[in-house]
């Protein structure tokens, strides 16, 4: 398994309160990626970061902001989270190398829920 | 941008029979297409890709194939078992190293 880790497993918060997820990963990837996922609406991007400090927003990103200060850490906060807001969590990692092409490898997750 | 359409949402076959899945995409210059498997509590995982290049792709009871002209892929199970009861998802992407975009997935269930 590639070294992903999301912390925490699960977390619940009440509306309004500052969250902070985890994602660290072990491989050195250059790729790093946040989805949420909901019942019909499968996989939807969050942000995703192609270096440190370098990241950019996907499908989803209003309400949500990131950082990665270091090749491994890749972090999603809520400034303040909503109940729309819960969800189930995946972080992915992906190499740039041309032969892994766009596979990515996920984390297990972090279940969110907002009061 | 892109958009992956992806049917059924829900499937159920009998243990050994055959399964399904399609998807269709809209941006022509899509020329990777990944499915993942996943399972209760996981994260999804890789199971087989397939990129614009080639039209069919195998691997032991899984196969893929794609029809660029037509813009659809599909994900065929042969021989099903229990043990591929899973949600199972498409996904498409330029190339390069853009975004996967992804279906809504389909939860297999293979009745025993």
């Known amino acids: 398994d590639a070294g992903i880790t999301q912390s925490p497993r699960h977390k619940v918060t009440e509306t309004g309160t500052p969250v902070t997820l985890r994602c660290h990963q072990t491989?050195?990837?250059?790729?790093m990626y946040w989805y949420r996922q909901d019942p019909g609406h499968g996989l939807r991007l969050i942000h995703y970061?192609?270096?440190?400090?370098?990241?950019d927003k996907g499908e989803v990103s209003d309400g949500y902001s990131v950082s990665r200060s270091k090749t491994e850490d890749f972090l999603l906060t809520l400034e303040s989270a909503t109940s729309s807001q819960t969800s189930v969590y995946f972080c992915?990692?992906?190499?740039?190398?041309?032969?892994?092409?766009?596979?990515?490898?996920f984390g297990p997750g972090t279940r969110l829920t907002v009061l | 941008g892109e958009n992956v359409e992806q049917h059924p949402s829900t499937l159920s076959v009998q243990e050994g029979d055959s399964a399904v899945i399609k998807c269709t995409y809209s941006?022509?210059?899509?020329?990777?297409f990944p499915w993942y498997k996943q399972e209760l509590g996981k994260g999804p995982q890789l199971i087989i890709d397939?990129?614009?290049?080639?039209g069919e792709k195998k691997d032991q009871r899984i196969a893929v194939t794609l029809n660029k002209t037509a813009k659809h892929f599909s994900l065929h199970i042969t021989e099903t078992q229990p043990e591929d009861s899973a949600v199972y998802f498409c996904?498409?992407?330029?190339?390069?190293?853009?975004?996967?975009?992804f279906g809504k997935g389909t939860r297999l269930s293979v009745i025993a």
């Open positions: 491989e050195n990837h250059r790729y």
């Open positions: 970061s192609y270096g440190v400090k370098d990241t």
């Open positions: 992915a990692i992906q190499d740039s190398g041309m032969s892994s092409y766009n596979e990515q490898f």
């Open positions: 941006d022509s210059a899509s020329n990777y």
């Open positions: 996904a498409a992407s330029a190339s390069g190293n853009t975004p996967l975009v």
């Open positions: 397939i990129r614009s290049n080639v």
